[in-house]
């Protein structure tokens, strides 16, 4: 079995900054692609930062400039780090990763409990 933990969410004030976290465990051969995704209040699911299968990154383009995504490959674990937080960047953020495993190779979406970015004004 394959799993994505997240942690990192909170609470912060306009402007903040919160980074978040999301290891992948299991028997994991490789991993395609991996990033985050968010549902704010109301609304549908959306990307906001993506590790792709070629290893370039796209972001959603309110997040351009404010976030970065990394990625530790040794530890399968990949990262946001979110500056100048807006009201508008609340909503549960979600890991998610496109991963083949071990040993069958078979490749399946995996995604994250989620985690919970609230920004007050």
């Known amino acids: 079995q394959v799993q994505l933990v997240e942690s990192g969410g909170g609470l912060v004030q306009a402007g903040g900054s919160l980074r978040l976290s999301c290891a992948a465990s299991?028997?994991?051969?490789?991993?395609?692609?991996m990033g985050w995704y968010r549902q704010g209040p109301g609304k549908q699911r959306e990307l906001v930062a993506l590790?792709?299968?070629?290893?370039?990154?796209n972001y959603e383009d309110s997040v351009k400039g404010r976030f970065t995504i990394s990625r530790d490959n040794a530890k399968n674990t990949v990262y946001l780090q979110m500056n100048s937080l807006k009201p508008e960047d609340t909503a549960v953020y979600y890991c998610?990763?496109?991963?083949?495993?071990?040993?069958?190779?078979?490749?399946?979406?995996?995604w994250g409990q989620g985690t919970q970015v609230t920004v007050s004004s």
């Open positions: 299991g028997s994991i051969f490789s991993i395609n692609a």
């Open positions: 998610n990763a496109l991963i083949q495993g071990a040993p069958l190779g078979y490749v399946r979406n995996y």
């Open positions: 590790f792709t299968s070629g290893g370039s990154t």
